[in-house]
């Protein structure tokens, strides 16, 4: 099953500050990112479940599952 994404107008920035930032000291590893992100997405609309779910207070994020974007850990 692959579902639909929506990527909120916030996470679009998030993700262009990143890589904004990345391409400052090296502009390969910024598209890089760019292209793991976009492979992790696509990974997670196929995979649901994929990850650990994300636990907070807050009742919206309820269910909300965390995945790490391949080669950048921290993200």
């Known amino acids: ?16 500050n990143i890589s904004d930032y990345l391409a400052q000291n090296n502009p390969d590893v910024a598209l890089l990112f760019f292209d793991a992100t976009w492979q992790t ?14 636990f907070s207070n807050n009742s919206q994020l309820e269910g909300l599952r965390k995945w790490k974007v391949k080669g950048f850990d921290k993200y």
């Open 1 to 16: 099953m692959v579902l639909r994404i929506f990527i909120s107008p916030k996470a679009t920035r998030d993700l262009d």
């Open 41 to 54: 997405i696509a990974k997670l609309a196929q995979t649901p479940y994929l990850g650990s779910l994300y």
